[in-house]
T-cell receptor, first 114, second 112 residues
């Protein structure tokens, strides 16, 4: 059974640009969550999508947005990139039918803003 | 509200020695608690989880953790450290798996 797949693994963008990251959850998982990991702030929850609807949102500015498709794949978009957006972005999927107690993480996308 | 505090940002032990990584949590509802491990440039791998069944939880790679409600603790231990255990470890709490609150992490170093 394939795990959570995030693409691309590495990205370099310029300040002011926008970026889209992709996450394919484990087959059958309908919940996808996104996290930002930085040396200064650690791991922070961005948002969660379930059945194409945003179910939960962390404390990030509106430049950070996401969506989920009918096949549960999710994308995260960051507009008007800032240097501080450089981070490892992790996606996790979960299966509510199994009691919703375990999240499986992808390898992450390393975003560098220059 | 939920939160996690990991005591010690860096722990160093000798190979073969006991590993003890400390974690205290705060939760207004019965929590699910996790320990994750992260190797350089990798995602998070689940070591073990507590979901209100047995208070002593055994995980992968010889790690275990004990849930102590009276102390609001969920410390991670391993009897004998191995060089391959060197990594970053995160304690985490959630009411459901889709919004996880992580601790700040503890970097474990193993001395030969």
């Amino acid at each position: 059974k394939a795990g959570v797949t995030q693409t691309p693994r590495y990205l370099i963008k310029t300040r002011g640009q926008q970026v889209t990251l992709s996450c394919s959850p484990i087959s059958g998982h309908r919940s996808v969550s996104w996290y930002q990991q930085t040396p200064g702030q650690g791991l922070q929850f961005l948002f969660e999508y379930f059945s194409e609807t945003q179910r939960n949102k962390g404390n990030f500015p509106g430049r950070f947005s996401g969506r989920q498709f009918s096949n549960s794949r999710s994308e995260m978009n960051v507009s008007t990139l800032e240097l501080g957006d450089s981070a490892l972005y992790l996606c996790a999927s979960a299966n509510p039918r199994q009691g919703d107690t375990e999240a499986f993480f992808g390898q992450g996308t390393r975003l560098t803003v220059v | 509200a939920q939160s996690v505090t990991q005591l010690g940002s860096h722990v160093s032990v000798s190979e073969g020695a006991l590993v003890l990584l400390r974690c205290n949590y705060s939760s207004s509802v019965p929590p699910y608690l996790f320990w994750y491990v992260q190797y350089p440039n990798q995602g998070l791998q689940l070591l073990l989880k507590y979901t209100s069944a047995a208070t002593l939880v055994k995980g992968i790679n010889g790690f275990e953790a004990e849930f102590k409600k009276s102390e609001t603790s969920f410390h991670l231990t391993k009897p004998s450290a191995h060089m391959s255990d060197a990594a970053e470890y995160f304690c985490a709490v959630t009411a459901r798996a889709s919004k996880i609150i992580f601790g700040s992490g503890t970097r474990l170093s193993i001395r030969p």
